[in-house]
């Protein structure tokens, strides 16, 4: 590391301001500030001086995302192999390897052409490269079918950057999460490679070479679609026999997104979010105390059996997990005050529950619950700081 740090400081002045390849300050900052810590600091006034820096920040996040991507690559082999029946055949290496060369070039592409852009829009306005898509470029392919095709991944990565970042100003004046806009413009412009019916298994080409009986559809659309095979008089036992088991959902045995499906790996990063003091746990909290309670009321109300189903089953279906942990406690996109994160997190948790329940045509309701909350986190923030200076200007009368 010396070295390279002494190679950095000798070809440091070619790429400062009025050196032979000045006009490249931005992309040698940003090389050089990923792999050392600045050694800009405050040296007076009223500063909080901390020992880590949002580089440092993005990569504990990309840390506490390793889990879920490293099961996510095992288990993109294990649902292709186990979709011919070959999943006694074949050792634990062989499924991840399969996993792993499947998984990475959507990796690749996401930061290939998320940087791309952060680069060149850094350029052009002589600004620093930002740090966020650390996270964003590896978000993005987390929550993403492993089928989908790269180029479908390009045009969702280049529509989070432009339209979700740069054109609000870059990282920390985004309104809404980046990743889930890349997902949401896949839903959106490619239904079909994102519905969670039949589209999830990693080569699986019209059905070829697939045992019968696999069907590769996710537990939500199971759920969202079940009521339909056994007609009216189904019941919530029936549903759950067609689901996969509880064991098997926690710990992501299943088809869906490429890290979504372990909630065992989830818990491992929220474990390190939490520790290193990065996420925030009232989010993570409120989202599943608001999720369970209205999990619980649709019990109460039921009036068919996806309303029957235990409230717990909304955290191990879909990307409830993976949103609350990873997507929910964004720290720019969602609430910023101490009581705006139990009310962002209790309304985020209902919200998913509500989509998923009440809207047939869309199974999953994480993404379309952040993204509604992250439009209205500024507002909650807002009336709760309002009301912070309305109790103290009554406390500061009654005083006088």
């Known amino acids: 590391m010396k070295a390279l740090r002494r190679y950095l400081d000798k070809i440091k002045p070619t790429f400062s301001k009025g050196g032979k390849l000045g006009m490249f300050h931005s992309t040698f900052d940003a090389f050089e500030s990923f792999m050392f810590v600045p050694n800009t600091v405050t040296h007076k006034g009223s500063h909080i001086r901390d020992g880590i820096d949002l580089k440092r920040t993005m990569s504990v996040v990309v840390l506490a995302l390793m889990p879920a991507l490293l099961f996510g690559m095992w288990n993109t082999g294990y649902q292709h192999f186990m979709s011919m029946g070959l999943t006694e055949q074949v050792s634990f290496w062989q499924t991840f390897w399969f996993g792993f060369w499947k998984v990475l070039p959507i990796v690749i592409v996401s930061y290939v052409v998320g940087l791309g852009i952060e680069f060149a829009f850094a350029q052009s306005r002589g600004h620093e490269v930002n740090e966020g898509f650390l996270v964003t470029g590896m978000l993005i392919p987390l929550i993403m079918p492993v089928d989908v095709p790269l180029w479908i991944v390009a045009l969702a990565t280049a529509f989070a950057v432009i339209i979700g970042k740069e054109v609000f100003g870059g990282t920390g004046m985004n309104v809404w999460n ?100 990065i996420g925030s746990w009232r989010i993570m909290l409120a989202t599943v105390v608001g999720g369970l309670g209205m999990g619980y009321l649709c019990n109460f109300l039921a009036v068919n059996p996806y309303m029957e189903l235990p409230a717990y089953y909304h955290l191990l279906m879909g990307g409830f997990a993976f949103g609350a942990v990873f997507m929910a406690t964004d720290p720019v ?22 989509i998923r329940i009440f809207n047939p045509a869309y199974p999953e309701g994480v993404m379309l619950a952040i993204l509604l909350m992250n439009t209205f986190a500024p507002l909650i923030d807002y009336y709760v700081v309002g009301a912070n200076i309305n109790r103290r200007l009554k406390r500061t009368k009654v005083q006088a």
Request: no cysteine; proline share 4%.
């Open 333 to 354: 996109s969602a609430s910023q005050t101490n009581t705006g994160k139990w009310i962002y997190g209790l309304l985020l948790g209902i919200m998913i529950v509500i």
């Open 178 to 277: 980046p990743a889930l806009l890349a997902r949401a413009f896949v839903f959106f412009a490619y239904p079909s490679h994102i519905s969670g019916d039949k589209v999830w298994i990693a080569s699986m080409i019209k059905g070829e070479g697939i045992i019968d009986g696999f069907s590769g559809a996710t537990p939500l659309a199971i759920a969202a679609n079940g009521t339909g095979e056994t007609g009216a008089n189904m019941t919530v036992e029936a549903l759950q026999q067609q689901m996969p088991s509880v064991y098997d959902m926690f710990m992501g045995f299943i088809p869906g997104s490429i890290g979504e499906t372990s909630k065992l790996a989830i818990l491992l990063g929220a474990a390190i979010l939490l520790i290193t003091g």
